[in-house]
């Protein structure tokens, strides 16, 4: 066992004290000993269940037209958040799409209105399981009560919220159809916030964060489960630093204030730092594609 860190919760500022380790061979991150009680950790105030936004006839309309002309003639004006993701994935609209740690559906409700029509989105932690249209449904289950097959599958900074990640992706390996695509956004140990900011690193998040994978430790799992890994595009952004700086100073990413917000120009910087470092494949973030055989 690697050295070990002394992390605090400091999303909501409770203090409590989580022990990690690294991994001295592929450099992964793990928590030691983590809570029994972690859905205490998820209360309504976080994040991804914020209420869910929906949008009328005419703006869906809007968004249809604009993920058209993005795919089709590749115009990044019109290009949503999720472009990249879907261009890489290269899903058709009628295909069985997946969410992993969904939250309250909000990116499943943007593809919807992209035209998408065959969109499960499942979490362990929402309320109850719905319908939020023809064609959109959200489950209120865990990985490993997902039955049935996907043509693509997504996690979107949700697989380091699962306690074991080899099992975990061998469950999401189960789950892809023959030729099918898997995206894992997730933090990295690889990045240089980690070295900078070690304890205060925000992307550490713990306890909800059993684990953060390195590129390697990424590798290896998708060798064990028989997944090729095409593609690797690091996306890590000004939050990195922004937000460690204030743990660092001892304040919770939701204490606010004007002495506690980093001036425009800093934000700037941050940006810029974050770009640079996503190029030399160093920022603490990335999307992960992997394909199934067949």
Not at 43 to 55: D, Q, R, T
Not at 127 to 140: N, P, V
Request: aromatic content about 14%.
């Amino acid at each position: 066992m690697g050295p070990t860190y002394q992390v605090k919760e400091m999303m909501f500022g409770s203090g409590e004290h989580f022990v990690y380790t690294q991994c001295p061979q592929c450099g992964t991150i793990q928590q030691l000993n983590p809570p029994q009680n972690i859905s205490a950790f998820y209360p309504k105030a976080y994040y991804s269940f914020a209420g869910l936004s929906l949008s009328n006839v005419q703006v869906r309309w809007m968004k249809r037209l604009r993920f058209f002309l993005f795919r089709k003639f590749g115009f990044t004006l019109f290009q949503p958040v999720y472009g990249k993701w879907l261009r890489i994935l290269d899903i058709e609209k009628d295909q069985e799409i997946a969410d992993i740690g969904c939250g309250n559906g909000q990116l499943l409700y943007e593809l919807y209105s992209s035209g998408y029509r065959n969109l499960s989105g499942f979490d362990p932690f929402m309320e109850s399981t719905r319908s939020i249209a023809s064609g959109l449904r959200l489950y209120k289950m865990g990985l490993d009560e997902i039955q049935g097959t996907f043509h693509a599958v997504m996690l979107h900074h949700a697989f380091e919220h699962l306690p074991q990640p080899d099992t975990s992706f061998a469950q999401l390996a189960r789950i892809l159809k023959p030729g099918g695509k898997l995206l894992i956004r997730v933090p990295v140990s690889d990045g240089e916030a980690w070295t900078e900011y070690r304890e205060n690193w925000v992307q550490l998040d713990a306890p909800r964060h059993y684990f953060i994978p390195s590129v390697a430790g990424m590798k290896m799992l998708a060798e064990r489960h028989g997944l090729e890994l095409y593609q690797t595009e690091f996306d890590s952004t000004s939050f990195q630093f922004w937000a460690s700086q204030k743990y660092q100073k001892g304040h919770s990413l939701h204490q606010s204030g004007q002495d506690l917000s980093p001036s425009a120009a800093v934000l700037r910087e941050f940006e810029k730092r974050a770009i640079s470092l996503n190029s030399l494949q160093k920022g603490d973030q990335a999307a992960f594609y992997f394909r199934k055989p067949g």
